[in-house]
């Protein structure tokens, strides 16, 4: 007997048709706006809204009787194919309106906005209806915390357990033992709730700053989600300092462990800055702040709080894999744009929204690196590595030590690909690992000023699924690929 025949295929179909419900109601809420500002002219969100959640109608009901269990599985199946699927009908929008009505450059764009890349193909951002604006802001802040976690949440209204979807869409959070709830349902709620609450928070203050409500959910959208998909052409650059500085702050808090902002809500802050991975993002972030800020006013004639503003900005932007933009750092001086695309390979926080390595996965390869020197005189001496206080298991270690190797290799892989393509050797390192990182802007020609449109098509299309390895961080993806994951 084959292990296809092992697999609970209904379970998958049927929760294919739960998240492409969701993604339907998702779409629904875009249509006031989009009535709003066009009038009866603008029904692509509605059409799509009703053949989205319609096929997902159909999938629950031709499946509600399946057995209802989920092994680990159908939850790498289910996440891996959920993303595509969800991308897939999220083109829906582009290409009923002909805003984007190249399949390729839809799926693209899509893509980009669910797994919270931010890289676009789109050459005038501001001539694009707001409804699809507001769609495209959206798919950030979905996938932000994920939609299979926001699944996860509702999911025992349905009778279905949802441990495995979590493990598999939010592989990061393996990394540190910390828990909002005993139950993974619980969970699921606790963070969605503390990311809508960040969210309305944002919103407000943006507000308070001038800028109007359309723009103001779509950045708040953008930001809570570490996106970078803005409603202006020149991203955050048009902007007063108030409201650069304030959504600086809230990347810094969409790339911190939202675990931390469950205990700084409930008071913990002594607990929050005991955290070694916030110590260390928050200490090594603002450092190179000061680094970029001091070269900048000594070697060009930028004023203080402009260098300090705008190395605050772009920093924070590329360790939280954001990608906003208020000013060209490959134009700084001194090639300051190098220290930029180093941080592009370090991330925020487990457990954020934000893409990349990570900090703690860092923070934990490079103890572990230190340590095989005592290894090496006390052979026999069993030290373990610590975190937070306590021991870290070793397969634990062993999986971030793979998870490092496999990084470098697909980056290097993906460069050579893309140079293989006819990209320029800077334009090919910018695309890989702005598209692995989950960063959105890159080098070369997708640096921050520029797009990704001129890209080959066979290029985009390795920049999705780069997109998607960043998101689903690595092995949720690369599973399916291994021939011992479909053996009995």
């Given amino acids: 007997m084959s292990v296809l025949s092992k697999i609970n295929g209904k379970i998958i179909l049927q929760f294919l048709g739960i998240l492409l419900i969701i993604e339907g109601l998702f779409m629904f809420t875009g249509i006031p706006i989009s009535l709003y500002y066009c009038g009866n002219k603008c029904f692509s969100l509605l059409y799509s809204g009703l053949i989205t959640s319609g096929t997902g109608g159909i999938l ?15 939850g790498y199946i289910i996440v891996t194919v959920a ?22 450059n839809a799926f693209f764009e899509t893509i980009s906005g669910f797994t919270t890349t931010g890289a676009s193909i789109l050459v005038d951002v501001e001539s694009v209806p707001k409804g699809l604006l507001f769609w495209r802001s959206l798919t950030h802040w979905i996938g932000g915390m994920g939609i299979i976690v926001l699944s996860v949440a509702i999911l025992p209204i349905l009778g279905i357990g949802g441990m495995q979807l979590f493990v598999a869409e939010m592989p990061g959070t ?9 139950r993974i349902t619980q969970t699921a709620k606790r963070l969605w709730l503390i990311y809508v609450i960040l969210t309305v928070i944002e919103i407000i203050l943006l507000l308070l700053g001038g800028m109007n409500l359309f723009d103001s959910l779509c950045h708040s959208f953008a930001t809570m989600a570490t996106g970078g998909f803005s409603t202006q052409n020149t991203s955050i650059a048009g902007y007063s300092p108030y ?56 070697f060009s004639d930028i004023a203080a709080e402009k260098a300090f503003r705008d190395s605050l900005f772009q920093v924070v932007s590329i360790v939280t894999t954001t990608g ?4 060209d750092y490959l134009l700084w001086p001194g090639n300051l744009w190098i220290f930029i695309f180093l941080l592009m390979f370090i991330g925020g926080s487990a457990g954020s929204t934000a893409g990349g390595i990570k900090i703690a996965r860092q923070i934990l390869l490079l103890k572990n690196s230190a340590l095989e020197f005592k290894r090496m005189i006390h052979p026999k001496a069993v030290i373990p590595v610590r975190f937070n206080g306590r021991a870290v298991p070793r397969d634990i270690i062993h999986m971030i030590m793979a998870f490092f190797l496999f990084y470098i290799l697909i980056f290097f892989a993906g460069t050579f690909i893309m140079s293989l393509l006819g990209l320029d050797f800077d334009t090919a390192i910018g695309v890989t690992i702005a ?3 989950t960063i959105g802007p890159g080098i070369g020609s997708v640096g921050p000023i520029d797009n990704y449109s001129a ?21 949720t993806v690369i599973i399916l ?8």
């Fill in 60 to 74: 629950y009901l031709l499946t509600r009787k399946a057995e209802r269990n989920i092994g680990k599985r159908e």
């Fill in 83 to 104: 993303w595509l699927v969800i991308s897939l009908f999220g083109t829906l929008p582009y290409l009923i309106s002909n805003t984007i009505p190249n399949f390729t």
């Fill in 174 to 182: 393996g990394i540190t033992p910390d828990k909002l709830h005993p």
């Fill in 243 to 298: 409201i650069q500085y304030i959504i600086a702050l809230f990347m810094i808090m969409a790339g911190t462990n939202f675990t931390l902002h469950y205990l700084g809500l409930h008071g913990k802050i002594r607990e929050v800055w005991k955290n070694e991975e916030y110590r260390y993002y928050i200490l090594f972030t603002f450092g190179f702040v000061v680094l970029i800020t001091i070269f900048m006013i000594l």
């Fill in 324 to 327: 906003f933009v208020t000013s």
């Fill in 435 to 437: 598209s692995l990182g």
């Fill in 455 to 475: 890209l080959p098509n066979v290029a985009k299309w390795l920049s999705a699924f780069l997109m998607l390895l960043g998101r689903l961080e690595l092995f």
């Fill in 481 to 488: 690929f291994s021939p011992s994951f479909w053996k009995k």
